[in-house]
């Protein structure tokens, strides 16, 4: 029997290593798109939605259009992240394994620029690159593009919506002017049309579906809540969906900081993934979700770009985005490779018009639902566990060693009764959490709400009263390769203290702030006297008085009183902390500044302590003012 690929023209070796890929059949886009562009001697602009198989769409008739006899570069694919990038690159590479001389380069900013000049150096055929890393190779003169037949543009329209219009004009002018020019994208907004018009002759235009429709396999869902109620919704959802693999997407980095570290605080295995993460934390935080050991991953909408997880349960758009095109490619990252999903809106009543506003543009009506009740939660993670006791499968050899122990230790209860007890081991924690627990849902013509960010509301779920917590000195910070989440795990592991009672973390160069609820310092204290790090004592100390643990001060902080004013507003999510402290000074001379932000996680979604960190730093801007020199980093 004929493989379905090579019907369409594609060789042998080729398709002998999409089998192995586990690919079947073709998908509509990779269908319809091949035949044309293994012609060659066309433009072509293909409309398909995040998750239909693009890809595949390009990358497979570059393979049989491409001269692997020369090591000049053949084709260009620019795509609009470092995530995307990567994923086009090992792509292209697992469907080449069997080319011979077959050669592609990831190019992007964040990693070694000096080792990806040694592979272009060594020959390559097909260059994949995010528009700044390309510009700053091109302004080197180490690549020549003279030979380049094939640019191919990927997300065209989310390129255009970081501002790339410039960076791609530049790149193209120093390729051929006969080149091809394929466009993919999700929507098709004037924009992407100006560039099919800019850089195409006569283009073959593909479209499948109706253009910016969503995918057909996504349900559409949204709910409607007070502004301060929005975090606690984000939680019922989490809950009331026990085995929910999901992104849920923040508008900016500090809501996607806040919303992950306060998620992590209750038990949940959430992280964070923004702009301000160097490539190896973006990496650390996607394999960690890739390897389903993380469940909820919050994201902008930039960093997001380019995740290609299958089996992404859930998208939840915890804010709207700015531009509702947006919407269609957040939506996309679930219901991918024709499996279903659902894409859930938590908005407040004078949102509404917006969802109006985005089933015109997709073309499909949105379910106003209503949140579960805390019985309804309850219930839900029951039978669940039930489930998953029913289906376990027992490793007899060793349990039955066992047995007899396990009967004589249960010998005084009954069936019913022991079944009572292994069910509430995991049904009491929700019991207790969901006692009493308010209705969330609001009316949506409810307009006697303050906004998104009016609202001071609960933080992480529960009544937050600074006066409650004690700001704490101590003596590790971003330079120790410590990430918020690192810390926060990293104090309560030695201090023998709950996530629930840290408050704020802020995280410094070589030494951080953090605090905690004013009953567990005492312990925190005692706990941290003989702990150390990398050979050198831990210091914890409060504001103005004498350090706890190790020695105090050799090589340590000699700090100046009053740390900058605090200016505190609402959280959109009830978290309500937004601060922004003034600059710590320092005696060695400077006014250094650094943020370092993200989440990390160190329980499980079941509350069961973990030891794997994951976790985040955001890029800080630095000044020192030793001998005037000024030094960024991202």
């Given at each position: 029997m004929i493989n379905p690929f090579s019907k369409l023209g594609i060789s042998d070796d080729v398709v002998n290593a999409v089998k192995e890929l586990g690919f079947e059949n073709p998908t509509p886009i990779q269908e319809q798109s091949i035949p044309v562009l293994l012609e060659g001697s066309n433009d072509f602009v293909g409309l398909a939605q995040t998750g239909t198989g693009k890809?595949?769409?390009?990358?497979?008739?570059?393979?049989?259009?491409?001269?692997?006899?020369?090591?000049?570069?053949?084709?260009?694919?620019?795509?609009?992240?470092?995530?995307?990038?990567?994923?086009?690159?090992?792509?292209?590479?697992?469907?080449?394994?069997?080319?011979?001389?077959?050669?592609?380069?990831?190019?992007?900013?964040?990693?070694?620029i000096m080792q990806q000049l040694r592979e272009i150096r060594n020959g390559?055929?097909?260059v994949v690159a995010t528009p700044g890393r390309m510009l700053d190779i091109i302004g080197r003169k180490a690549i020549d593009f003279s030979s380049v037949k094939y640019v191919v543009l990927d997300e065209a329209d989310e390129m255009l919506n970081m501002g790339f219009q410039e960076d791609i004009n530049d790149i193209l002018s120093t390729t051929p002017d006969e080149k091809k020019t394929w466009l993919f994208s999700a929507t098709m907004p004037p924009e992407v049309r100006r560039i099919a018009r800019n850089y195409m002759e006569n283009p073959v235009e593909l479209t499948m579906g109706t253009k910016n429709t969503g995918n057909v396999n996504i349900e559409h869902e949204y709910y409607v809540v007070r502004a301060r109620d929005k975090y606690a919704a984000l939680k019922r959802i989490v809950d009331f969906n026990p085995e929910i693999f999901a992104v849920v997407f923040c508008k900016t980095k500090m809501d996607t900081q806040d919303v992950a570290e306060h998620l992590i605080k209750d038990g949940y295995n959430a992280d964070s993934l923004h702009g301000d993460l160097s490539q190896q934390q973006r990496d650390k935080v996607m394999q960690r979700f890739r390897d389903r050991n993380m469940q909820l991953l919050i994201a902008t909408d930039v960093a997001a770009r380019g995740i290609d997880v299958n089996n992404v349960t859930h998208v939840i758009n915890y804010s709207l985005?700015?531009?509702?095109?947006?919407?269609?490619?957040?939506?996309?990252?679930?219901?991918?490779?024709?499996?279903?999903?659902?894409?859930?809106?938590?908005?407040?009543?004078?949102?509404?018009?917006?969802i109006r506003q985005i089933e015109r543009i997709i073309g499909k009506q949105f379910t106003k639902a209503e949140l579960p009740t805390g019985f309804d939660v309850c219930e839900k993670q029951l039978f669940s566990l039930i489930h998953k006791v029913h289906n376990v499968e027992v490793n007899t050899d060793q349990i039955d060693q066992y047995i007899p122990r396990i009967m004589d230790e249960f010998s005084e209860l009954s069936k019913e009764d022991v079944i009572k007890k292994f069910a509430s081991l995991e049904f009491n924690r929700f019991l207790d959490y969901y006692a009493n627990a308010p209705d969330l849902n609001a009316s949506a013509d409810d307009r006697g709400e303050r906004g998104e960010r009016g609202e001071r509301g609960e933080?992480?779920?529960?009544?937050?009263?600074?006066?409650?917590?004690?700001?704490?000195?101590?003596?590790?910070?971003?330079?120790?390769?410590?990430?918020?989440?690192?810390?926060?795990?990293?104090?309560?592991?030695?201090?023998?203290?709950?996530?629930?009672?840290?408050?704020?973390?802020?995280?410094?160069?070589?030494?951080?702030?953090?605090?905690?609820?004013?009953?567990?310092v005492d312990a925190l204290f005692t706990n941290f006297k003989d702990i150390k790090f990398n050979g050198r004592d831990v210091r914890i100390e409060k504001s103005g008085e004498a350090p706890v643990g190790g020695r105090g001060g050799d090589g340590g902080e000699r700090r100046r009183?009053?740390?900058?004013?605090?200016?505190?507003?609402?959280?959109?999510?009830?978290?309500?902390?937004?601060?922004?402290?003034?600059?710590?000074?320092?005696?060695?001379?400077?006014?250094?500044?650094?943020?370092?932000?993200?989440?990390g996680g160190f329980r499980d979604f079941s509350g069961r302590s973990r030891d794997d960190k994951g976790g985040n730093t955001g890029g800080s801007g630095r000044r020192e003012g030793s001998g005037g020199e000024r030094r960024r980093r991202s």
């Open positions: 890809t595949a769409a390009f990358g497979l008739p570059l393979l049989e259009l491409i001269d692997f006899k020369s090591n000049k570069p053949q084709a260009l694919i620019l795509c609009p992240t470092r995530e995307l990038c990567l994923q086009i690159a090992n792509d292209i590479k697992n469907f080449s394994k069997n080319t011979q001389n077959a050669h592609v380069v990831a190019v992007y900013g964040g990693a070694n390559v055929q097909i985005p700015d531009e509702i095109e947006s919407y269609t490619h957040r939506s996309g990252r679930t219901g991918r490779a024709g499996k279903t999903g659902i894409s859930i809106c938590i908005i407040n009543s004078k949102e509404t018009g917006k933080r992480g779920g529960r009544n937050f009263d600074n006066s409650n917590y004690t700001r704490l000195f101590i003596n590790v910070g971003s330079v120790d390769e410590f990430t918020r989440g690192d810390l926060l795990g990293f104090v309560c592991n030695n201090g023998k203290i709950s996530g629930k009672s840290v408050g704020k973390i802020d995280l410094k160069g070589v030494f951080s702030f953090i605090e905690v609820e004013n009953d567990t009183g009053g740390f900058g004013g605090e200016r505190r507003g609402g959280g959109g999510y009830g978290a309500g902390e937004r601060r922004s402290g003034g600059g710590d000074r320092r005696s060695s001379g400077g006014g250094r500044r650094e943020g370092g932000n993200g989440g």
